[in-house]
């Protein structure tokens, strides 16, 4: 179900030894599961915080357990650490977590909103930026409202073009065209005040 690769197993029992607790394993549960908003939390673990439901996995010196609840959205979750010269990155990969892009029969509005909460806001959050859908009209044009870091930025431009656009397009065949309806000139804390840099999204 959950691939733990040997180096993350040895993180993990790095991060147990220096717990000094006798049975302490590694509990790994799904938040807002099979929504755009999911994610993966991990937490130590005693035997008597256990409730029974758990799926657990043997590693070796210690045991990692998978919240119940959570276990099919982890199907074919892979868990990996990556060193670098600050000490390493977790990393978790588990596709499933979102859910799926709605169907066809959904619907235009609700395939391109969760296209911008599942791809493109994560993005730009690291840039303080988000996009809001305002309107699809009848002849598939998509109206957005920039906010954040991409009200009154430099670049938006290129970032409507080169990211949100695309992504959108290849998810959405039906897009005839991607619009902003954003009054750059109030933006208040730009990510780029100037035209320099480069797209949010790259």
């Known amino acids: 179900m959950i691939e733990i690769s040997e180096r993350a197993q040895q993180h993990f029992r790095r991060l147990l030894t220096q717990q000094g607790i006798d049975g302490l394993g590694i509990r790994l549960r799904v938040t807002h599961a099979g929504t755009p908003a999911a994610n993966c939390e991990l937490e130590f673990c005693e035997p008597a915080e256990l409730d029974g439901s758990e799926w657990t996995i043997e590693c070796e010196g210690f045991e990692f357990h998978v919240e119940g609840a959570s276990a099919p959205w982890l199907d074919g979750a892979q868990i990996d650490f990556e060193p670098n010269a600050t000490g390493g990155q977790l990393n978790i990969r588990a596709p499933k977590i979102k859910g799926e892009m709605p169907a066809a029969e959904a619907g235009m509005i609700e395939r391109v909103r969760y296209v911008l909460d599942a791809e493109i806001n994560p993005r730009l959050a690291s840039h303080g930026g988000r ?31 080169q990211g949100v656009e695309r992504t959108l397009r290849e998810r959405v065949p039906e897009i005839t065209a991607v619009r902003d309806a954003t009054d750059h000139a109030g933006g208040t804390q730009p990510y780029y005040s100037r035209k320099e840099g480069h797209s949010a999204l790259s």
């Open 131 to 161: 996009i809001s859908l305002l309107e699809v009209d009848a002849e598939g044009v998509v109206v957005l409202q920039f906010g954040g870091g991409c009200h009154g930025c430099g670049m938006v431009d290129v970032t409507l073009k």
